[in-house]
């Protein structure tokens, strides 16, 4: 395997943590998710940080836990506004290979239905939809493999995954 961290990016709903924890098991490397590294160093949880502090103290501490994550191997699943700051590029693309899996709006509005654990997803569908067409291009743009998920279960992205990174 690649012997830098691999970052999956991706909208809310793509499967980054339950693709990446499989990953991770298999190549017997640790699986990090930033969200819960953020949820750490704030001592609460996503909604409240974004109801309490606002969504641009929960993108600043997001690139902070980004910028200090070790360069070890390790599969790394990122919130899905991580596009949102031009900096977090620049920290994935300096230290590890960042793959990009891609879920239809459809897909996605199918599996996450009522989350209100995603302050961005529990808003109203236009805005969700907007969003996601708004981050589409940045995500294909940042990510080094793309990997596309509508067409594929869970072990064979995992598959294609293993492949991209050996
Ligand atoms: C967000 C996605 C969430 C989480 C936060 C903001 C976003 O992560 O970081 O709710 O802006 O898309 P997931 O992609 O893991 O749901």
């Given at each position: 395997?690649?012997v830098?961290?691999?970052?999956?990016?991706?909208?809310m709903?793509?499967?980054?943590?339950?693709?990446?924890?499989?990953?991770?098991g298999?190549?017997?490397?640790?699986f990090?998710?930033?969200?819960?590294?953020?949820?750490?160093?704030?001592?609460?949880?996503?909604?409240?940080?974004?109801?309490?502090?606002?969504?641009d103290r929960?993108?600043?501490?997001?690139?902070?836990v980004?910028?200090?994550?070790?360069?070890?191997?390790?599969?790394?699943a990122?919130?899905?506004?991580?596009?949102?700051?031009?900096?977090?590029?620049?920290i994935?693309?300096?230290?590890?290979?960042?793959?990009?899996?891609?879920?239809?709006?459809?897909?996605?509005?199918?599996?996450?239905?009522?989350?209100?654990?995603?302050?961005?997803?529990?808003?109203?569908?236009?805005?969700?939809?907007?969003?996601?067409e708004?981050?589409l291009?940045?995500?294909?743009?940042?990510?080094?493999?793309?990997?596309?998920?509508?067409?594929?279960?869970?072990?064979e992205?995992?598959?294609?995954?293993?492949n991209?990174?050996?």
């Amino acid at each position: 395997m690649t012997v830098r961290p691999v970052y999956l990016i991706g909208f809310m709903g793509s499967g980054k943590s339950s693709v990446g924890k499989m990953c991770a098991g298999q190549l017997s490397v640790p699986f990090i998710d930033t969200d819960t590294l953020v949820e750490q160093k704030a001592q609460q949880s996503i909604s409240d940080i974004f109801a309490e502090q606002g969504e641009d103290r929960f993108r600043d501490i997001e690139t902070a836990v980004l910028q200090n994550i070790s360069r070890e191997p390790s599969i790394i699943a990122t919130g899905g506004g991580i596009v949102e700051r031009e900096r977090n590029q620049k920290i994935m693309d300096e230290n590890g290979v960042v793959i990009y899996l891609h879920a239809d709006f459809a897909t996605i509005a199918n599996r996450l239905q009522v989350d209100s654990s995603r302050p961005l997803w529990n808003q109203d569908l236009q805005k969700r939809h907007a969003l996601y067409e708004q981050r589409l291009p940045v995500y294909r743009r940042w990510g080094q493999h793309v990997i596309e998920t509508d067409d594929k279960g869970l072990e064979e992205t995992v598959q294609t995954i293993m492949n991209v990174i050996k």
